[in-house]
């Protein structure tokens, strides 16, 4: 039960950051951002619960940057192109997929996912007790 609690509360956390970022970026936001802000958040922060934290920083920041952009591209297609409720369209953007994702978004979610990835190991460290963060920017090699 405390796990369940521990991952409603940072989807949470995640998604109202997410819609933060998006009006300060926007001017506005959609109820779908959320939901997509939170899980995106918990499962970038799942990372370090699945590979080890000796995982050089910037191969966390290209998983998190893949989770971002598979998990706008999947709900892009479900709420822009199946439902039409128009949340985002990229299709005026170089590189764009379908509308729904493009390299310019796949560039401004490095920052993001770096963001997620040192304030979510910093709140399970602040409020849940666990391990500290650290982070190996460079990997050394085992003598």
Not at 32 to 38: A, K, N, P, Q
Not at 95 to 117: E, F, K, R, S, T
Not at 135 to 142: A, G, P, Q, S, V
Request: hydrophobic content about 50%; charged content about 15%; some cysteine.
């Amino acid at each position: 039960m405390r796990q369940y609690l521990k991952c409603l509360l940072l989807c949470g956390i995640g998604g109202l950051l997410y819609i933060g970022l998006e009006f300060v970026w926007r001017g506005y936001s959609h109820w779908t951002m959320f939901v997509l802000g939170g899980i995106c958040f918990v499962l970038i922060g799942a990372v370090n619960e699945v590979i080890p934290w000796c995982m050089q920083l910037w191969k966390q920041i290209f998983i998190g940057v893949l989770i971002i952009t598979g998990s706008e591209f999947l709900v892009g297609c479900i709420v822009n192109l199946w439902l039409g409720w128009n949340v985002w369209d990229y299709s005026g953007l170089p590189g764009n997929i379908l509308g729904q994702i493009c390299i310019l978004y796949i560039l401004l979610w490095l920052p993001v996912a770096l963001a997620a990835i040192v304030l979510d190991d910093w709140l399970r460290y602040w409020m849940f007790g666990e391990e500290r963060p650290y982070y190996c920017l460079i990997k050394h090699r085992r003598e």
